[in-house]
C-alpha cells in the first residue's frame, strides 16, 4: 500500500468574481505543488530537464487541458466549456529536483482536494498525464524503432505505452475484462452495468473501461466491492482513453490505472491487445463505434480461429436496444458478424460465468500457440483500423459505406462514421467544424443509410447521445 504524501497548498480567498462565476461547485481556487507518482519517480536529471522542456512546449496546452479534465472530474457532464471556463486561469509547471519531479500547480478547481490535500487518486491521474503526454513523447523520439506511421510500428509503440505504463504484467494468468458502453445511460442501465463488475470481480476478474462515467464507472464500482469480499487487494481498474476525449470523459474515482492513448484509434487498439474477453453495455455512437470496430477485426480472414469472448449484455429495457443494433449488424455486415457476440439479456451471473469459459479457452490458445497473456500480439489489425481519422468534413463526406468493399473494410468506414459523430458531440475539434461549417454529410447504398438513420434517431430518442439530451442537435445529416 503506497504511503500517503501530504502536498502543500495554499489557498485563494479572493478569487476574482467574474472568474468565480463560471465555476462549478467551486468555492476556492488552490495553489499546490506535488511530487511524482505513476512511472515517474525515478528519472535522471536529463530526463527531468527534457521533461520540464517539453512541457512548456508545444504540448503544454494539450498537457494542461488534460490535467485540468482529471482535476475537474468530480463534475459529471460531457460539456467541454466547464474546463474551458477554467483554462484561462489554470497554470502547471513541471520543477526539476534531485530527488525526482514535482508539478506546480496553480489555480486548481478545490473539488480535488480534501481539507487542502489533494485526493490520492487524482494526484496519481495528474502524473499519469504528464507520463503519457509529455514524457512519452520524448521517449518515443529517442527511439528509431518505434513509430506510429506503419502498421508494425503502431503495435509495437502501443506496447511501449502500455509498458511504460506499467500496465502489462509479465505471466499473469489472462483476467481482464474490457467493458464497452455509454456515459449518457439511465440509472437502471448503470445499477446493471455495476451488478455485472460484481459478478465479474467475484470471479477474480479485472475491469478495463474508457474511464468515464455510465457504464465505464459501474462495472468498475461493482468489481471493486467483489475484490473486497473476496479479499483481492490488488484489483486493476484500467482507465484507457486519449486527449480528444478526456475533457468530456473525465476519468471516474475507480480509475487505478489511467492510460492516455495518442488517438482514438491507438485507444481502440490497446483495448484489444490488453483484453481478453469484452462485454458491452447499451449506449450511443461511441459504443457503436467500439462494437465496429471490434467486428471489424474479428471479421478479417487472419483472425477466424482466435478465440475472442464478446457478449452484449444490458437489463430488460435494454433488449429493443441490442435488438437494433443486431439488425442494423444483419443489414451492413451479414451473418458472419453476427455470429462473432452473443447477446445475453438481464442475466449478470450468466454473463460472468460465460466470460470467464471464454477466458478460459483465451488462455488455453496463448498457451499452446505460445502467445503472451499480456498483450494480444497475435491479433492481425489492418491499417485501416490503426491509422488516425480526421473527422473533418471532407474526410466525413468521402467516407465509403457501399457494399462494394470486403465486409471487415465497410465494418472500418462505418466505425469512422460513428466517430466522426462522436467527435460532432463532445470532443473540442468536431464541435468546433460543426458550429463553422455545419453538420457533417454522409453518403452512401440507400440500404445502408436507411438502417443507420433508423439507429441514430433511435439513439435521440433513447436519449443516448449526450448528456443534455434535451439540447441536443445532431452534428450530422445523412444523404438518400
Known amino acids: 500500500m503506497r504511503p500517503f504524501l501530504m502536498d502543500k497548498v495554499i489557498i485563494h480567498s479572493t478569487t476574482p468574481i467574474r472568474h468565480a462565476m463560471k465555476l462549478a461547485n467551486t468555492n476556492n481556487l488552490i495553489n499546490t505543488e506535488i511530487t511524482a507518482e505513476s512511472g515517474l519517480e525515478l528519472l535522471t536529471n536529463d530526463e527531468i530537464q ?103 510500428g503502431c503495435t509495437n509503440a502501443i506496447f ?48 478495463i473501461t474508457g474511464c468515464g462515467i455510465g457504464a465505464m464507472k459501474g462495472p468498475m464500482k461493482g468489481a471493486l466491492i467483489a475484490h473486497s469480499k473476496q479479499r483481492i487487494c490488488n484489483g486493476r481498474y484500467i482507465g484507457i482513453t486519449e486527449p480528444g476525449i478526456i475533457a ?25 491487445r490488453l483484453g481478453h474477453g469484452f462485454v458491452v453495455f447499451p449506449g450511443g455512437v461511441g459504443t457503436a463505434e467500439e462494437i465496429l470496430y471490434i467486428l471489424g477485426i474479428l471479421m478479417h480472414p487472419k483472425n477466424v480461429n482466435i478465440p475472442f469472448p464478446l457478449i452484449f449484455t444490458g437489463p430488460p429495457e435494454a433488449a429493443d436496444y441490442f435488438h437494433q443494433i443486431d439488425e442494423f449488424i444483419a443489414a451492413t455486415l451479414g451473418k458472419e458478424a453476427q455470429n462473432k457476440y452473443q447477446i445475453i439479456i438481464d442475466d449478470p451471473i450468466k454473463v ?12 488455453n490458445y496463448r498457451k499452446d500457440t505460445h502467445d503472451a497473456y499480456h498483450f494480444n500480439w497475435q491479433l492481425h489489425i489492418d491499417w485501416d483500423f490503426q491509422e488516425e481519422f480526421q473527422p473533418t468534413h471532407e474526410n466525413m463526406a468521402n467516407l465509403n459505406l457501399n457494399k462494394n468493399q470486403e465486409l471487415h473494410l465497410l465494418a472500418a468506414n462505418l466505425r469512422k462514421a460513428f466517430s ?61
Open 420 to 480: 466522426g459523430i462522436v467527435a460532432g458531440n463532445v470532443k473540442e475539434q468536431g464541435i468546433r467544424a460543426v458550429n463553422e461549417y455545419g453538420p457533417y454529410q454522409l453518403d452512401g447504398d440507400s440500404e445502408i443509410m436507411q438502417k443507420l438513420d433508423a439507429l441514430l434517431k433511435a439513439f435521440v430518442e433513447q436519449k443516448r447521445m449526450k448528456l443534455d439530451f434535451a439540447n441536443y442537435k445532431p452534428c450530422y445529416q445523412l444523404k438518400n
Open 50 to 152: 527534457k521533461l520540464s522542456d517539453h512541457s512548456k512546449g508545444s504540448d503544454y496546452e494539450l498537457f494542461k487541458k488534460c490535467v485540468l479534465a482529471v482535476l475537474s472530474s468530480t463534475k459529471i457532464t460531457d460539456d467541454i466549456s466547464h474546463v474551458h471556463d477554467l483554462l484561462d486561469n489554470f497554470d502547471i509547471e513541471v520543477i526539476q529536483l534531485n530527488k525526482g519531479v514535482k508539478l506546480k500547480i496553480t489555480n486548481a478547481p478545490d473539488g480535488a482536494f480534501v481539507d487542502g490535500v489533494m485526493i490520492q487518486g487524482l494526484k496519481e491521474q495528474v502524473f499519469s498525464v504528464l507520463r503519457d503526454i509529455v514524457f512519452l513523447k520524448q521517449e518515443l523520439e529517442a527511439n528509431s524503432r518505434i513509430d506510429f506511421k506503419t502498421s508494425s
Open 352 to 363: 460472468a460465468k460465460a466470460m470467464q469459459k471464454g477466458i478460459s479457452k483465451v488462455r
Open 160 to 207: 511501449h505505452v502500455l509498458r511504460n505504463a506499467k500496465a502489462l504484467v509479465a505471466g499473469e494468468d489472462p483476467k481482464m475484462v474490457v467493458c464497452w458502453g455509454g456515459h449518457a445511460i439511465p440509472e437502471h442501465e448503470y445499477q446493471y452495468t455495476k451488478e455485472v463488475g460484481y459478478r465479474l470481480g467475484l470471479r477474480g476478474l479485472n475491469i
Open 248 to 272: 468530456a470523459e473525465s476519468p471516474n474515482p475507480i480509475v487505478n490505472e489511467l492510460i492516455i492513448m495518442p488517438d482514438i484509434e491507438k485507444r481502440l487498439e490497446a483495448f484489444v
